[in-house]
């Protein structure tokens, strides 16, 4: 079955970058999105199409790909970035949903 | 305003059934998909189907096919999640959202509804 692998943990220092990535063999041809998740919330859609922003998500939140890594980057971290992230995208034929593993990102 | 709501927190005992629902406002429900994502205790998000109202087509991850029925109802926006013989290891948050699927199967969720916790023991 198809997978999305994400580190398990990143930990920054406020008003630092930080990069989390998500790496799959069909991401060079499926687009990836990506979810904040807060405890005892639902998760929320902050990246879609590989580097869109909704409405109302900050810019300093962004996305991009390169091949079979897409990477979401938090510039100016705060501490309200504290969350889990989780990608997502479909395997190469289009057939199934597939997350990522998710990320704790720490703001220190 | 687009808006998912679920319906409460169940607590059931195994081999009970049980079907969860997931109203939807604000938007045309029938020109959207409803998919389902479990969240087991402490963990990540499993993704497990995915229904489209409008012709009620329906896909299961290989993980769930077989273990839970997706329906949805067009005459009341509303979109559900069942069981037939619950288990313990079915205790999990499970949340619905609204998908959007792009040509070629792409598929996001863009609004979530607020997750409904089952709770499975004896």
């Known amino acids: 079955s198809y997978e999305l692998t994400q580190p398990p943990s990143v930990s920054v220092s406020p008003g630092q970058t930080a990069r989390i990535t998500c790496s799959g063999d069909?991401?060079?041809?499926?687009?990836a999105y990506w979810y904040q998740q807060k405890p005892g919330q639902a998760p929320i859609l902050v990246i879609y199409k590989d580097s869109e922003r909704p409405s109302g998500i900050p810019e300093r939140l962004s996305g991009s790909s390169s091949g079979t890594r897409i990477t979401l980057t938090i510039s100016g971290v705060q501490a309200e970035d504290e969350a889990d992230y989780y990608c997502q995208s479909v395997d190469g034929s289009g057939s199934f949903v597939v997350f990522g593993g998710g990320t704790k990102l720490t703001v220190l | 305003e687009e808006q998912l709501v679920q319906s409460g927190a169940e607590v059931k005992k195994p081999g009970e059934s049980l079907k969860i629902s997931c109203k939807g406002s604000g938007y045309t429900f029938t020109s959207y998909w409803i998919g389902w994502v479990r969240q087991m205790p402490g963990k990540g998000l499993e993704w497990m189907g995915i229904?489209?109202?409008?012709?009620?087509?329906?896909r299961y991850s290989p993980s769930f096919q077989g273990q839970v029925t997706i329906s949805a109802d067009k005459s009341t926006s509303t979109a559900y999640l069942q069981w037939s013989s619950l288990k313990a290891s079915d205790t999990a948050m499970y949340y619905c959202?609204?998908?959007?699927?792009?040509?070629?199967?792409?598929?996001?969720?863009?609004?979530w509804g607020q997750g409904t916790l089952v709770t499975v023991s004896s």
């Open positions: 959202a609204r998908g959007y699927c792009g040509s070629g199967g792409n598929c996001y969720f863009d609004y």
């Open positions: 069909a991401l060079p041809k499926q687009y």
């Open positions: 229904i489209y109202p409008g012709d009620s087509d329906t």
